[in-house]
């Protein structure tokens, strides 16, 4: 299965909004709502942030929110804050009990 | 919420084995699907395997036919078989678990590298 596609990097200013974006297929994103979004910062596991395309785990912000429309998914960060500085990975339920992976966007906080 | 500790990486050369594993708290192997993930140095996220609650296993092609998931409950505990390992297999390894079709707590992960 072939990666997602990502930006490979964003920036924004604190209190500015971003949104990533992540392009799949007809096989992944674009038949099933299964998405997710991980947040990762430098020498950290990763953490889920978003799920089921659009549900949020409780505890996390409610400045991460998420969308799918058709092959593509995106997570948008709200007023953007410092600690937001980290690599985010979005994921795709890929069919036969597989998961795909996007190639991870960088966001730098200016 | 549970606990995952990975252990058994290391230094191993081409063609060689080694095995993960992932000793589980907090809850048992057998009700969750539990998963691993790799991440190469500097790069992405990458899928590798998932062990159902059921025991089903699955893999991701890059890995199928030569890595091995599979779990004891009586240790509560997930392994990662791999053999004929190549020098693309170097990676820090998570083990993972997965609810409402998202891979939702992670351990710190083991490195293994592979090189000659």
């Known amino acids: 299965q072939s990666a997602l596609t990502q930006p490979a990097s964003m920036s924004g200013s604190p209190g500015q909004s971003i949104t990533i974006s992540c392009t799949g297929t007809?096989?992944?994103?674009?038949?099933?709502?299964?998405v997710s979004w991980y947040q990762q910062h430098p020498g950290k596991a990763p953490k889920v942030i978003i799920y089921g395309a659009t549900d949020r785990p409780s505890g996390v912000s409610n400045r991460f929110s998420g969308s799918k429309s058709g092959t593509t998914a995106s997570l948008t960060i709200s007023g953007l804050q410092a600690e937001d500085e980290a690599d985010y990975y979005c994921c795709s339920y890929a069919g036969s009990n597989t998961w795909v992976f996007g190639g991870g966007t960088k966001v730098t906080v200016l | 919420e549970g606990q995952l500790v990975e252990s058994g990486g290391g230094l191993i050369q081409p063609g060689e084995s080694l095995r993960l594993s992932c000793a589980v708290s907090?809850?048992?192997?057998?009700?969750?699907?539990m998963a691993w993930v790799r991440q190469a140095p500097g790069k992405g996220l990458e899928w590798v395997s998932v062990?159902?609650?059921?025991?089903?296993?699955y893999y991701a092609g890059s890995v199928k036919g030569r890595f091995i998931i599979s779990r004891d409950t009586s240790k509560n505990t997930v392994y990662l078989q791999m053999n004929s390992l190549r020098v693309e297999d170097t990676a820090i390894y998570y083990c993972?678990?997965?609810?409402?079709?998202?891979?939702?707590?992670w351990g710190l992960g083991s490195l293994v590298t592979v090189s000659s």
């Open positions: 007809s096989s992944d994103i674009g038949i099933y709502s299964l």
């Open positions: 993972v678990t997965m609810g409402r079709s998202a891979f939702d707590y």
């Open positions: 907090g809850f048992s192997v057998s009700v969750k699907y």
């Open positions: 062990v159902y609650g059921g025991g089903s296993t």
